[in-house]
């Protein structure tokens, strides 16, 4: 049997694409599919124009469309990021025969255009060291590159509050300030994967206050280690942390980014939570915690075992 040919399509950035290249590679090539990857200017702009034959049964664009590939594939597939999809690129998705969603908020979005979308959920890695048992009592703040990590807000709060235990924030350089509190450890150096894995598995709590998510690789990564993660009760994020798993805190104000929307966090609901949080007794922690680490297996599950399946299921359309 012809295995079908799956052409994924994205921009490199070092970050959350990269790993969305690597795991909807690894889950289509496992499930026997036949998957190339290609850098989204990877072939002339002409080409949209001067297609010839049609080389894939798919092409998979990641976060946004670039049209020169439209007539390489017999069929164009979008899993998009809303909050970077931006509505001057609405025309495109015209040429795009099915939307897969990661999460429901963006399936709303996409739908009520009047688009044919497909729930499909999505993955990261799964970063648990056994070896470690969480410290429910110590924070962990990963900015990375990202400005939209709702990083100031948590350490004004760390600075109003000296007697918090310490603060763990890791943030590149450029986005950095230039003094923290001193109950803030702020490591900007480049620090290897292992090290990071470390601060996962070793911090109970992390504070994943984001503004927007078109995934949230950092939330679920932290809830592949057991943390008890706290983000912002706002979609897609409080699609993954829940009060069963997590500690969703309110937003108190909003403003649309592009198809999505930025929500910034509460600062005196976050204070609260993290008040009531130092005071939580530790089995209530760790039942949390357990319970983050239960939902990440049975979404990974359900993820690799979904995109086979719809794609399959176009094919037979």
């Given at each position: ?89 609405l ?7 099915h ?90 150096d ?7 894995k470390k ?48 500690v ?17 966090i ?52």
């Amino acid at each position: 049997m012809t295995r079908r040919k799956i052409n994924i399509i994205a921009r490199t950035n070092g970050v959350g694409l990269d790993r969305d290249v690597d795991l909807i590679h690894s889950t289509l090539e496992t499930a026997g599919f036949d998957v190339t990857v290609s850098h989204c200017r990877g072939i002339s702009p002409l080409k949209r124009y001067l297609p010839g034959k049609s080389r894939f049964d798919y092409n998979i664009f990641l976060e946004r469309v670039f049209p020169r590939w439209f007539g390489t594939a017999k069929q164009n597939l979008i899993i998009p990021n809303q909050e970077r999809f931006p509505r001057r690129h609405l025309k495109h998705l015209d040429h795009i025969d099915h939307i897969l969603c990661k999460s429901r908020h963006a399936e709303e979005i996409f739908n009520g255009l009047g688009y044919s979308t497909q729930f499909i959920s999505f993955t990261s890695s799964d970063l648990l060291d056994e070896s470690i048992k969480p410290d429910y009592q110590s924070f962990f703040h990963l900015a990375g590159r990202s400005t939209l990590k709702g990083t100031e807000t948590i350490i004004e709060l760390w600075a109003k509050h000296p007697e918090w235990p310490t603060l763990t924030i890791v943030q590149c350089a450029e986005n950095a300030p230039d003094a923290v509190p001193e109950n803030v450890n702020l490591i900007t150096d480049y620090i290897p994967h292992e090290e990071i894995k470390k601060h996962l598995n070793t911090h109970g709590i992390h504070l994943c206050t984001s503004l927007s998510e078109g995934w949230g690789h950092y939330i679920v990564e932290a809830m592949s280690c057991q943390a008890i993660v706290v983000t912002t009760d706002a979609p897609p994020m409080n699609e993954l942390v829940t009060p069963a798993r997590g500690v969703p805190v309110p937003y108190h104000r909003s403003e649309p980014r592009h198809m999505g929307t930025n929500f910034m966090i509460d600062p005196d609901k976050l204070e609260k939570t993290i008040q009531e949080l130092l005071l939580m007794p530790a089995e209530k922690k760790k039942h949390l915690g357990e319970k983050a680490r239960a939902w990440f297996l049975e979404n990974d599950a359900y993820f690799r075992k979904t995109l086979p399946l719809v794609i399959s299921d176009l094919s037979s359309r």
